[in-house]
């Protein structure tokens, strides 16, 4: 029996990107995916292209909410799936087979994983995030930055709570680290599962990310070991634009 995966989409006013992000869900070829999606009432059309699709939704909600990680738990709550995937509006799954190969990799994983192609806001890829998936996975692997995005981590939906929402920016690194705490087995699927369009919340308000992501690794990874991890933070990113800038050169 092939697991059940919920994939989560949360949108706003996003009639720029939201057809893409549907297509590449409901273009899979695994054939055990129940789409949801939950948008905060938009008012740009996202919800007129959301509608030429209703058919194949599981769930479609559109009313406010109290902001993004409050979206992410409803589309939570309406899950019926055995794994959950949040894809947010204009991220993709990153092709076709990509759900199927996730669930070939290993039967009955608490989480899969993969790594994140970055585009910008013209669909120009940006390579791989700077921060690739680790070779092995833990819930002790983002002490030193976010390691994976929640896009490319299936979970299953048993060990899945709700998002903080004490955080307004960085709600996805306590969540992962959480659900990581719990999972017994977490399998690398060695693949790209995810694509990513770069600019969202947490990089317009970089600042305040930064604090609560900072808040975050002191709550699970202690005040001393935080600030002696992110002196090498610090020097790894300097360390990245240094050799960024050379091939640039």
Same mark, same amino acid.
């Given at each position: *029996? ?5 994939? $989560?989409? #949360? ?45 194949? %939704? ?11 990680? !409050? /979206? *992410? ?8 799936? !055995?794994?959950?995937?949040? *894809? ?11 759900? /199927? ?14 790594? @994140? ?19 092995? &996975?833990?819930?002790?692997? &983002?002490? +030193?930055? *976010? ?5 490319? $981590?299936?979970?299953? =939906?048993?060990?899945?709570?709700? &998002? ?9 690194? !306590?969540? #992962? ?11 690398? @699927? ?10 969202? $919340? ?10 609560? =992501? ?5 709550? +699970?990874?202690?005040? %001393? ?17 240094? =050799?960024? =800038?050379?091939?640039?050169?």
């Amino acid at each position: *029996m092939q697991p059940k995966l919920s994939v $989560i989409t #949360i949108v706003y006013n996003n009639v720029k990107d939201i057809e893409r992000t549907i297509l590449s869900v409901l273009n899979q070829t695994y054939p055990n995916i129940e789409y949801v999606i939950i948008d905060g009432a938009s008012t740009d059309g996202t919800k007129d292209i959301i509608y030429n699709y209703k058919a194949r %939704l599981a769930q479609f909600i559109s009313e406010p909410d109290k902001g993004i990680y !409050d /979206a *992410m738990n409803k589309g939570l709550s309406l899950a019926t799936g !055995d794994y959950v995937l949040f *894809m947010n509006s204009g991220d993709e799954i990153y092709g076709p087979e990509t759900v /199927a190969e996730v669930f070939e990799t290993a039967a009955s994983a608490d989480i899969y994983y993969g790594e @994140t192609e970055m585009f910008d806001e013209y669909w120009v890829s940006l390579g791989q995030r700077r921060h690739q998936a680790p070779p092995v &996975f833990n819930w002790r692997s &983002f002490r +030193y930055g *976010m390691s994976i995005s929640h896009q490319a $981590i299936y979970v299953k =939906r048993s060990i899945a709570e709700p &998002f903080d929402l004490q955080y307004k920016y960085s709600a996805d690194i !306590d969540w #992962i680290i959480r659900v990581a705490k719990k999972a017994s087995s977490i399998v690398n @699927t060695h693949a790209y599962v995810a694509k990513y369009l770069v600019g969202g $919340i947490s990089k317009k308000k970089h600042m305040d990310s930064l604090k609560e =992501r900072f808040k975050i690794f002191t709550k +699970y990874y202690g005040l %001393l070991p935080n600030l002696i991890n992110h002196i090498v933070i610090a020097a790894n990113l300097v360390q990245y634009f240094v =050799r960024h =800038r050379k091939t640039n050169d």
